[in-house]
C-alpha cells in the first residue's frame, strides 16, 4: 500500500473540501462510496422484493387472504428510498417527498382497515 506524502495529502485535501455532503468513505482506488452501495444495492433489494410480491400476487390472487399488504408496503419502501436518496434539490424532491408521505399515509389506513 502505497503511502501519501505530505504534499500529496494537501493536494488531495484541496481537490475534495470537507463539507458535509463529501465527507463519505471513499476508498483512493475505486473513488467507490460506502453511500453508493447503499443507495444501489438496498434499490435493487426493494425492487427485488417488488418482483417476487407481484409474482406471488399473481399466482395466489384467487385465495381469500390479504394479497394487497406486502405490494402495497414494499412500494411504500421504493417511494420512501426514491424520495430522500434519489431527489435531493428542487421541485421533484418535493413531489416525491409528498409522494411518499401519503403513501405511508395509505398503507397504514389500508393496515389499520384490515386489522380491524
Excluded at 494537501?10 to 453511500?35: H, I, M, R
Excluded at 400476487?57 to 385465495?63: A, G, L, T
Aim: neutral net charge.
Amino acid at each position: 500500500m502505497k503511502q501519501l506524502t505530505d504534499t500529496e495529502k494537501q493536494e488531495l485535501q484541496e481537490k475534495s473540501p470537507n463539507t458535509a455532503e463529501d465527507s463519505k468513505e471513499t476508498s483512493a482506488v475505486t473513488g467507490f462510496t460506502s453511500s453508493y452501495l447503499w443507495k444501489y444495492g438496498m434499490l435493487a433489494v426493494i425492487l427485488c422484493l417488488f418482483a417476487f410480491n407481484l409474482f406471488h400476487f399473481f399466482e395466489f390472487r384467487n385465495f381469500g387472504y390479504d394479497q394487497y399488504g406486502l405490494p402495497m408496503i414494499t412500494l411504500m419502501l421504493l417511494f420512501n428510498h426514491i424520495a430522500f436518496f434519489f431527489t435531493t434539490k428542487g421541485r421533484k424532491s418535493v413531489v416525491m417527498k409528498a409522494v411518499a408521505c401519503v403513501w405511508i399515509v395509505l398503507v397504514f389506513v389500508y393496515m389499520f382497515w384490515v386489522l380491524v
